[in-house]
T-cell receptor, first 115, second 113 residues
Framework: GESVGLHLPTLSVQEGDNSIINCAYS??????FIWYKQESGKGPQFIID?????DKRQGQRVTVLLNKTVKHLSLQIAATQPGDSAVYFC??????????????FGQGTILTVHP | NAGVTQTPKFRILKIGQSMTLQCTQD?????MYWYRQDPGMGLKLIYY???????DKGEVPNGYNVSRSTTEDFPLRLELAAPSQTSVYFC????????????FGPGTRLTVL
């Protein structure tokens, strides 16, 4: 099936900087997108999601932007902290609201935050 | 709530052996999922279930079997283990499908030698 991919496999930032993690998707029918954070030795943890009828959604220190024209998704983390160091995955859900929640994950980006 | 629990945490199998990975959730979720994660890769869906007695294949089901006799439990069975099944296995659950958040367990790291 269609896959979700990431432009940058690694990202290093200084504490306090803003981080931007990118994701490209290829299936224009994708309806729902989710960002997950995975710390070493743990399962993925939900960060934020966005539906295809939106182009921006904000959470606590995180913002997800969706550009359907170029099939691009980004995760912005404000004032990045050492605790944000992890692997970040984007995932897509075809026909989100009517689906069984079957997710297609991207490869992941390793975010390293230096004190 | 313990959330999603998985056992064992680690396991080494010999080629041809079989085992069952256990997954239990205490959130009364209807939907449950099994994913595998190969090194440096994202997760891939193996099987999923939308309720007790109902299961279906995901993207990579070959070599695996599942059952769902209760709402809480969703075991994954590996028959005739192969080196290609060396991976980290994650179980997840959600109240429903669609836009509902999936909660993941801590994973089982399996090595087949």
């Amino acid at each position: 099936g269609e896959s979700v991919g990431l432009h940058l496999p690694t990202l290093s930032v200084q504490e306090g900087d803003n981080s931007i993690i990118n994701c490209a998707y290829s299936n224009s029918a994708s309806d729902y997108f989710i960002w997950y954070k995975q710390e070493s030795g743990k399962g993925p943890q939900f960060i934020i999601d966005i539906r295809s009828n939106m182009d921006k959604r904000q959470g606590q220190r995180v913002t997800v932007l969706l550009n359907k024209t170029v099939k691009h998704l980004s995760l912005q983390i404000a004032a990045t902290q050492p605790g944000d160091s992890a692997v970040y995955f984007c995932a897509e859900n075809l026909a989100g609201g009517t689906s069984y929640g079957k997710l297609t994950f991207g490869q992941g980006t390793i975010l390293t935050v230096h004190p | 709530n313990a959330g999603v629990t998985q056992t064992p945490k680690f396991r080494i199998l010999k080629i041809g052996q079989s085992m069952t990975l256990q997954c239990t959730q205490d959130m009364n979720h209807n939907y449950m999922y099994w994913y595998r994660q190969d090194p440096g890769m994202g997760l891939k869906l193996i099987y999923y279930s939308v309720g007790a007695g109902i299961t279906d294949k995901g993207e990579v089901p070959n070599g695996y079997n599942v059952s769902r006799s209760t709402t809480e439990d969703f075991p994954l069975r590996l028959e005739l283990a192969a080196p290609s099944q060396t991976s980290v296995y994650f179980c997840a659950s959600s109240y429903r499908g669609g836009y509902n958040e999936q909660f993941f367990g801590p994973g089982t790291r399996l090595t087949v030698l």
